[in-house]
């Protein structure tokens, strides 16, 4: 084996970045094989730091080697066998749409359901199928019906279009936001509960709960905060953009009205899949954004109205679940949270440097967050790409300054040294 993996790395940089040769690329799927058996045969825990392991699953993404991708947080890369997939789909439904894409992709769509329902642990009666968070979550906020008066409680720190769609509806519909404001990080969760709680009033029908804040990576209490809605009737919905196939959880755990994910982000799901889950006795209520011609049904499907679309990118996400699913979700869980911990106790030794994310696995995982006294987070993004081609995301919002640092299952710690010693260096001048 060893010798096969010294072969793969040298055929590696012999023909990079022109081609891969027939035999490279059987190579390195062989090796990516084999680290995914190694992987779902070893306790998780012992998996964590086993850097060679971890580089030659690696070798399943195509990522540039001339820029060190480190805001995996905006959208993830898909594995190469995800990126064939949308390839052979779109191809295939290129021999004639009508017939290969309504009749025989479209075929691929209740599977594909069912395979979403097993891996978030709901009914298959319960999942859509659609682009992203912003479609799955605007679906709710438009599809509930509010009356003039009635209050959403929600945070300054959620995601813009969620803020946007609310005012919105604000603006339209007479309704009102009761705003929360939190100073991150945050490591009670009782800090959360008593936010929601406090603002809550007789008028208030919805808590907006944002199950992982982009901007720094926290983690709100998402159980307890739901137990609290239903306590007091109040529908919980809940952005979980960030967390869906990242954190190690099935969406009963918590067992909220809705739930809606980006499957391009952790999931590595082709760009622009997305998924909406709604309470089996919350669909007939919900009105769909596209009606079919049954928009007050129970059936799910009538959120799936929205027309032509490619169907390669919906079928290529069976092969990000399986991708998934042979890391395993505790194990990549793990891992994200061993590789944001790896760089942010280095980084915060520095006497300039201030950390603002909780660096506890109930507060965290891949996202991080840090500043550096003195220097805007637009400098530091910008001379961490300039000089460095460390690709990052600058962030100023609310209350939060600092730049978002998201590795990915693909990021090496021989990676994050490489980010390390260049922030040292930019704080020390
Ligand atoms: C918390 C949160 N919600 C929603 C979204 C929107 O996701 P999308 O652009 O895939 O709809 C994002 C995107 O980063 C996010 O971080």
Redesign the pocket.
């Known amino acids: 084996m060893a010798s096969r993996r010294s072969f793969v790395k040298k055929s590696i940089s012999l023909v990079a970045p022109l081609s891969l040769s027939t035999v490279t690329l059987k190579a390195i799927a062989e090796d990516v094989s084999d680290a995914l058996l190694t992987l779902s045969k070893t306790d998780s825990s012992r998996m964590n730091n086993d850097e060679e392991l971890w580089a030659r699953l690696a070798q399943a993404y195509t990522v540039s080697p001339s820029i060190l991708n480190l805001n995996n ?3 993830s890369p898909q594995p190469k066998v995800v990126q064939d997939a949308v390839d052979r789909y779109y191809h295939y439904s290129n021999e004639g749409p009508t017939y290969y894409m309504w009749q025989i992709l479209d075929k691929g769509r209740e599977p594909l359901r069912r395979k979403l329902a097993d891996l978030a642990g709901t009914s298959a009666e319960e999942i859509a199928v659609n682009r ?4 799955a ?1 605007a679906t709710v906020t438009w599809g509930l019906t509010l009356s003039k008066g009635d209050e959403v409680v929600m945070t300054k720190q ?2 813009p ?2 803020i946007h769609a609310w005012k919105q509806k604000e603006l339209r519909d007479g309704i009102s936001i009761k705003w929360l404001n939190f100073k991150l990080p945050v490591e009670n969760a009782d800090e959360f509960i008593k936010g929601f709680v406090d603002a809550t009033t007789p008028r208030t029908r919805i808590w907006h709960i ?1 199950h ?3 901007w720094t990576g926290q983690i709100l209490p998402v159980k307890r905060l739901c137990e609290e809605a239903r306590k007091r009737n109040i529908i919980s919905i809940v ?1 979980g ?2 967390t869906f196939a990242h954190l190690d959880f099935k969406i009963p755990d918590f067992s909220p009205d809705y739930f809606g994910t ?1 499957l ?2 952790w999931l590595c799901a082709p760009f622009g899949t ?1 998924m909406l889950y709604v309470r089996k006795e919350n669909i007939a209520g919900l009105w769909p954004l596209f009606p079919n011609d049954k928009p007050q049904g129970a059936d799910i499907r009538k959120f799936e109205a929205l027309g032509t679309r490619s169907f390669a990118p919906e079928q290529a996400i069976g092969q990000a679940i399986d991708f998934h699913l042979a890391i395993g979700s505790k194990r990549k869980e793990e891992r994200l949270h061993y590789l944001k911990k790896y760089w942010c106790e280095k980084v915060m030794q520095h006497p300039r440097i201030k950390l603002n994310v909780s660096l506890k696995p109930e507060f965290s995982c891949a996202l991080g967050n840090f500043s550096i006294e003195g220097i805007e987070p637009e400098r530091v993004a910008s001379k961490l790409f300039s000089e460095y081609q460390i690709h990052t995301s600058p962030i100023k919002w609310e209350n939060i300054s600092g730049v978002r640092i998201t590795p990915h299952v693909y990021t090496t710690t021989k990676d994050l040294d490489r980010f390390v010693d260049a922030v040292l260096k930019i704080a020390s001048v």
């Open positions: 947080g905006g959208v992203n968070t912003t479609e979550l959620d995601y279009n969620m944002t992982m804040i982009n952005d953009s960030h980006s391009h982000k997305g």
